[in-house]
């Protein structure tokens, strides 16, 4: 069975390309551009990871309260936070919505995919069935550490 994850972007271009790049790499992935998409893609399936854009089309706060809905699953995926945003309020923030990692944009697939296979093995560990924990940022210099 392959992983499946929720990309969450307001950009369909963004969304389309690394809809396409994440497919090449043998996962399932729905995309959602918005709270209303990204509460509706929950009710209709469980993922095993999330890639949330904090700026929605109502902005940040749209983005926190995306991460809030998924980091209160019954079955939790790993959430990868990204934003262009890097200042220590929004990583604050980010953090307590219940995202387990943070990258900063614009940023390459292979970051991207390095953390995705990084959260789902962490997720896979013993202990973590249903519940995610927290992962440590990547250590790349492309990553951007957590406070």
């Not at 396409?20 to 990871?49: I, K, P, T």
């Not at 904090?54 to 699953?73: D, N």
Request: charge should be negative; include cysteine; hydrophobic fraction near 50%.
């Amino acid at each position: 069975m392959m992983d499946s994850i929720l990309l969450v972007d307001d950009e369909e271009d963004v969304l389309e390309a690394f809809q396409a790049l994440l497919g090449r790499q043998g996962y399932a992935v729905e995309c959602a551009g918005s709270l209303a998409a990204v509460e509706a893609a929950c009710a209709a399936q469980h993922f095993d990871l999330a890639v949330v854009d904090l700026t929605l089309p109502g902005g940040v706060k749209e983005g926190l309260a995306a991460i809030r809905r998924l980091a209160a699953q019954e079955f939790r995926p790993a959430i990868v936070a990204w934003s262009g945003m890097a200042d220590d309020d929004v990583r604050r923030e980010v953090d307590a919505a219940g995202a387990d990692r943070f990258l900063l944009k614009p940023l390459q697939f292979p970051l991207l995919l390095e953390n995705i296979v990084e959260a789902l093995s962490q997720r896979a560990l013993p202990g973590a069935a249903g519940h995610h924990e927290a992962v440590p940022t990547a250590a790349p210099e492309d990553a951007q550490p957590r406070p």
